[in-house]
C-alpha cells in the first residue's frame, strides 16, 4: 500500500507533532508501507534532522527526500497513492487539500489530530482560528478521523499507534476494493 503522509511543519508550533508523524512513518517504512511525506513549512526545515545525502537529499527511514516543491507541484502527484494521511492541527493549504480531496473522493484522506492549537502568542493564535475555520471541514471530508489526544490513546506507544495505522489503511483500502 502507498501512502502519503502530510506534515506540519510551520515554524515551532508543531514540533511535537512533526517528530511523533516522522517516527510513525519511519515504523510504516519498517512495516513495509510504502510511505512518503509532504512537510507543510513556513522558513524551517523539519524538525526531526535527516541524514544528508548528497546536496539537496535527504534520506529518513527507506525513503530519500529532495529538495522544495510547491503545494500546487506536490499536489499534481497525489493521485499516485492510494490515501492521503494528513497531521493536524497545521497551517497552509487547507483549501487546497480540500478541493483535491473533493475531486478525488476514491482516495481515502486519514486524518490524525494530535491536539489542540496551543495559545503562546499572537502567530499561535492565527493557527487557532485557521484551524477552527478549517479543521471542521477537513474532517467532514475525511474516511477516517483518529484523535491522539483523547484520554485512552494517551498511554499508547508507538508501536501500537502504527499498528493501529496499519489496521485502519488496511480497512479503508478493502473496502474501496468492495465497492
Not at 62 to 68: A, G, L, P
Request: charged fraction near 25%; include cysteine; hydrophobic fraction near 40%.
Amino acid at each position: 500500500m502507498s501512502v502519503l503522509h502530510i506534515i506540519p511543519s510551520a515554524f515551532e508550533y508543531f514540533t511535537d507533532i512533526n517528530t511523533d508523524a516522522w517516527k510513525w512513518v519511519n515504523k510504516l517504512n519498517k512495516k513495509g508501507v510504502d510511505t512518503d511525506v509532504f512537510t507543510l513549512q513556513y522558513g524551517v526545515v523539519p524538525f526531526l534532522k535527516m541524514e544528508e545525502k548528497g546536496k539537496g537529499k535527504k534520506k529518513f527511514g527507506t525513503r530519500n527526500y529532495t529538495d522544495t516543491v510547491s503545494i500546487n507541484e506536490a499536489m499534481a502527484d497525489w493521485d499516485k497513492y492510494e490515501l492521503i494521511h494528513l497531521h493536524c492541527p497545521f497551517l497552509g493549504a487547507a483549501g487546497k487539500i480540500l478541493r483535491w480531496k473533493k475531486l478525488n473522493p476514491s482516495i481515502p484522506l486519514v486524518v490524525t489530530i494530535h491536539r489542540p492549537v496551543r495559545i503562546v502568542d499572537l502567530i499561535a493564535l492565527g493557527i487557532r482560528w485557521y484551524n477552527g475555520y478549517y479543521l471542521p471541514k477537513i474532517i467532514r471530508a475525511a474516511d477516517i478521523v483518529w484523535y491522539r489526544y483523547k484520554e485512552d490513546r494517551k498511554d499508547l506507544t508507538d508501536d501500537q499507534i502504527v499498528k493501529d495505522f496499519v489496521n485502519i489503511y488496511s480497512q479503508l483500502l478493502t473496502n474501496k476494493q468492495d465497492i
